[in-house]
C-alpha cells in the first residue's frame, strides 16, 4: 500500500521547497518533496543567487523585494543561517539607454525599491576601477544582495524539514496520476503517493512531464555558460558590489575576496532554432568563445582585468520562456494539477513568492491575482511581461 500526503510536490529545487515552507506556514499537514537527485541539484544549486528589485514590471519588482526580505530575515526567522551578502546592485547603460533605465527606476520605485540615478563619479566610487562613462546613465540600488544559492537552498531544506515536511531525495516521479479530470497522485521510483494536490516545480524538465498530462508549455532548455575570473594576481583589485554592465552584456558579483564570477545576459543568445538540449546530457563547461568574450567585456567594465584569468567555468541549463518569466499555473481540467516553471534564469531570488502564492493558489484552488500576469495564456493574447532594466 502506498502512502497519502495532502500535497505532493515533484521537484527539490528552491521552487518547490520554498512552497513545502509556505504550505507548512498555512497549516497544511502532510506534505512531500520528492526529488530525484539531491535538494539543490537543479539550478537552484548552480545560480549567482543575485536579488535585485531594479526592474522595470511592478510585479517582477514585488518578487525580489520579497526575496530581499525571506533571505535577509531568514536566520532570525528560522533558525538556520543564511550568509547574505549585501554588495548593492549597480546598473551600468550607455547614453542612448536613459529613458529606458529612468522608467525602470520609477516602476522599481513605486514597487517599493529603494534605488536611484547616481553620478559617474559616485558609480565609481561605488566601484573602485569602474570604467564610468560621464555620459553614461548609472543607478544604484543599495539593498541589492547575493546569496550562495547552495547552502541557501539547503538552509530553506532545513527549514522545511524542521517544520514537518517530508523530503525523498533519490525518488523520481515517473508519472502525474490522473483519474476523471482530477489528480490522484504520483507514482515515483519509491512506490505510489495518493494525493489531491500536485505541484510540479521541476524546471527545465516540466515540459515533457507536463506534455504527457496534455499540457504544452512553451519553457525549453537554454545552456547559460558562466565563469569565474580572477583579479590580477598584487593587483588589490575587488569587485565590491553586484553590477550588470549593458556595455558589456555581462552581470557579475563577487566571488570570495579575489574573484568574480560572471554571466551573459542571456536574452542577448536567444535563438528560437537552438538544437534541442538534453537537460541531462550536456556540456558542462563554458565553450572557450563564450569565455573570451566575456573576459573582452569584463575589460571594458574594469579595465584592470584586462590581466585577470579565467579561474574555472561551468554552464547549466536555463528554463526559458519566450518572455524570461515563468508560468505559475493551476492546470485547466486537471483539478488539483498545478505547475510553476520557466523561470528563465531568474527563479532564485523570486522563489519565496512564487512559493507563497503557488502555497495559496493550492490551499484555495484560486488562483491569487498577483499571480495572474504569469498565466500560461499570456503567450497566446500578447500579454506577455516587458520587463528588463535595460533595453534588449
Ligand atoms: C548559471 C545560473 C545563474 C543564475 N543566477 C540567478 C540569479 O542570480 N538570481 C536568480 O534569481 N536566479 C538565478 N538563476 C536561476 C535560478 O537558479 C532558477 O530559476 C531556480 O533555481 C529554479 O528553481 P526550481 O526549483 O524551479 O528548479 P530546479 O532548481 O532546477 O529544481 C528542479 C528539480 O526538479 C527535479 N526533478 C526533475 N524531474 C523530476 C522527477 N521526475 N521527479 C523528481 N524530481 C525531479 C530536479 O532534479 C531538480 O532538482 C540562475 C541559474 C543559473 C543556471
Not at 64 to 74: I, K, P, R, W
Not at 128 to 157: C, K, N
Not at 308 to 313: A, K
Request: proline share 6%.
Amino acid at each position: 500500500m502506498g502512502r497519502t500526503a495532502d500535497v505532493v510536490i515533484v521537484g527539490g529545487g528552491v521552487t518547490g521547497l520554498c512552497t513545502a515552507l509556505a504550505l507548512k506556514e498555512r497549516g497544511v499537514d502532510r506534505i512531500e518533496v520528492l526529488e530525484r537527485h539531491f535538494t539543490g541539484s537543479g539550478q537552484s544549486g548552480r545560480a549567482a543567487g543575485v536579488i535585485r528589485g531594479c526592474v522595470g514590471h511592478a510585479a517582477v519588482a514585488a518578487t525580489q523585494l520579497e526575496g530581499q526580505e525571506f533571505y535577509g530575515t531568514f536566520a532570525e526567522k528560522f533558525g538556520v543561517p543564511v550568509e547574505v551578502h549585501r554588495t548593492g546592485y549597480l546598473l551600468v547603460a550607455r547614453p542612448h539607454e536613459r529613458a529606458h533605465v529612468e522608467a525602470t527606476v520609477s516602476v522599481a520605485e513605486r514597487a517599493g525599491c529603494r534605488l536611484g540615478l547616481v553620478s559617474a563619479e559616485e558609480a565609481a566610487e561605488i566601484q573602485p576601477g569602474l570604467d564610468a562613462d560621464p555620459s553614461g546613465v548609472h543607478v544604484f540600488e543599495p539593498e541589492g544582495i547575493y546569496v550562495d544559492p547552495a547552502p541557501a537552498t539547503q538552509a530553506i531544506r532545513l527549514a522545511a524539514t524542521a517544520a514537518g515536511v517530508l523530503i525523498r531525495e533519490g525518488c523520481e516521479v515517473k508519472e502525474v496520476a490522473v483519474e476523471g479530470g482530477r489528480v490522484t497522485g504520483v507514482v515515483s521510483d519509491d512506490g505510489k503517493v495518493s494525493a489531491e494536490n500536485v505541484l510540479v516545480a521541476t524546471s527545465v524538465w516540466g515540459t515533457p512531464q507536463l506534455a504527457r498530462l496534455g499540457i504544452k508549455v512553451p519553457v525549453r532548455p537554454h545552456i547559460a555558460q558562466m565563469a569565474f575570473f580572477h583579479v590580477p594576481a598584487g593587483s588589490g583589485q575587488r569587485l565590491q558590489t553586484t553590477l550588470f554592465d549593458s556595455r558589456a552584456g555581462l552581470y557579475m558579483r563577487p566571488e570570495g575576496v579575489a574573484q568574480m564570477f560572471v554571466g551573459r545576459k542571456e536574452k542577448d543568445f536567444h535563438d528560437p532554432d537552438e538544437p534541442a538540449i538534453d537537460p541531462d546530457d550536456y556540456k558542462q563547461t563554458a565553450e572557450y568563445s563564450a569565455v573570451r568574450q566575456m573576459h573582452a567585456g569584463l575589460s571594458v567594465t574594469l579595465p584592470s582585468m584586462r590581466d585577470g584569468f579565467v579561474h574555472r567555468t561551468y554552464a547549466c541549463t536555463y528554463d526559458v520562456t519566450p518572455d524570461e518569466m515563468p508560468i505559475l499555473e493551476q492546470a485547466d481540467g486537471i483539478d488539483g494539477l498545478f505547475f510553476a516553471l520557466g523561470f528563465s534564469g531568474g527563479g532564485f531570488s523570486a522563489a519565496p513568492w512564487v512559493g507563497r502564492r503557488m502555497a495559496d493558489c493550492i490551499i484555495s484552488g484560486e488562483k491569487p491575482r498577483e499571480i495572474t500576469p504569469f498565466k500560461l495564456e499570456r503567450f497566446e493574447t500578447g500579454e506577455t511581461i516587458d520587463w528588463s532594466n535595460t533595453p534588449d
